[in-house]
């Protein structure tokens, strides 16, 4: 069987790692959580799922970065079959409003990244820069974007942004998956259990974590049929504002089997009216026919957002 596996974690460019080792070099603490949850009750969780699901704060955070200068650092790692690190590159970028123009302040790259025609050795790379590197350039939609004639894969980066941007709600498309990630329908309920948690973010701002997360007394065929494993999501208490979100993904077909972890952070600017992205982590190994096994991980720290 082919492996598909996305894994998305916390990054962060100066970590210390090891040799042989999968790494989490996110040094950015973000959120400190009170010690204790509290179970919410099918009728209680309502408030949150209903939020969830008319959120539009990532695609509207994503799309309004044009109208803004600042910078963003990306640091992008590949690794071999041994988990060591194969490719490395940096980016510090300056967006300007102004033809929403991108100057690159640093740009560094090692090891094997690009084929000898110039284009990504990974398929990683390329969604990399089609779903992050698109949006500091041009018109954004949080779900579909037109589909090259020849490119093959636009498909299937337009279903990822879709997943990204509105966990929750059906992905069609991705053979056996399309219904599996509807997790908030009466049936797909019974699998998992709500809770929350009171804490900080960023030091100042009063939010709930709220987790929904699979049942641990499943069978385990039961368990290996449910792909969204983990949905959290924090909300700013004072107006139920979606702040983050991170989802733990992990499903295995004929095809391909994947694990995914990812996370997006977003913080007010512009007199605190506005969200805009802060954070967006990533890392994951997947392995799909007519694919080479691909082991990749990336951090976008951006800052420093004002109009022109």
Not at 10 to 27: C, E, I, K, M, S
Not at 257 to 284: A, C, H, R, W
Request: charged fraction near 25%; hydrophobic fraction near 35%.
């Amino acid at each position: 069987m082919k492996k598909l596996a996305f894994v998305f974690l916390l990054l962060g460019p100066y970590a210390v790692f090891a040799q042989n080792t999968r790494y989490n070099p996110d040094t950015v603490k973000t959120i400190v959580m009170d010690p204790l949850a509290i179970t919410v009750s099918r009728l209680t969780a309502e408030r949150f799922i209903r939020e969830i699901l008319s959120d539009t704060s990532f695609y509207d955070a994503f799309r309004n970065m044009k109208k803004y200068q600042f910078t963003a650092e990306n640091s992008l790692f590949t690794y071999d079959k041994k988990n060591r690190v194969e490719g490395r590159l940096y980016r510090k970028i300056l967006h300007h409003t102004r033809g929403s123009k991108v100057q690159y302040l640093a740009k560094s790259d090692s090891g094997k990244l690009f084929k000898k025609n110039g284009k990504y050795d990974l398929y990683t790379l390329e969604m990399f820069d089609y779903i992050f590197m698109n949006a500091y350039q041009s018109d954004y939609s949080a779900t579909s974007s037109p589909v090259k004639k020849g490119d093959n894969n636009s498909g299937y980066k337009a279903k990822l942004k879709t997943l990204l941007f509105s966990p929750g709600r059906p992905v069609k498309g991705i053979p056996l998956i399309s219904g599996k990630t509807e997790i908030f329908t009466p049936n797909m309920r019974q699998y998992y259990d709500y809770r929350y948690y009171s804490g900080t973010y960023l030091d100042s701002i009063p939010v709930y974590r709220f987790k929904v997360t699979q049942k641990e007394d499943l069978s385990g065929w039961t368990k290996s049929g449910i792909m969204i494993k983990e949905l959290t999501t924090i909300f700013d208490k004072r107006n139920m504002q979606i702040l983050g979100r991170y989802v733990d993904m992990k499903y295995s077909n004929m095809l391909f089997d994947f694990d995914i972890k990812m996370n997006i952070e977003l913080g007010y600017f512009d007199g605190g009216d506005v969200l805009l992205p802060t954070k967006i982590s990533y890392q994951g190994n997947w392995d799909v026919p007519m694919k080479k096994e691909e082991r990749a991980s990336f951090l976008i720290m951006q800052k420093g957002y004002r109009r022109e």
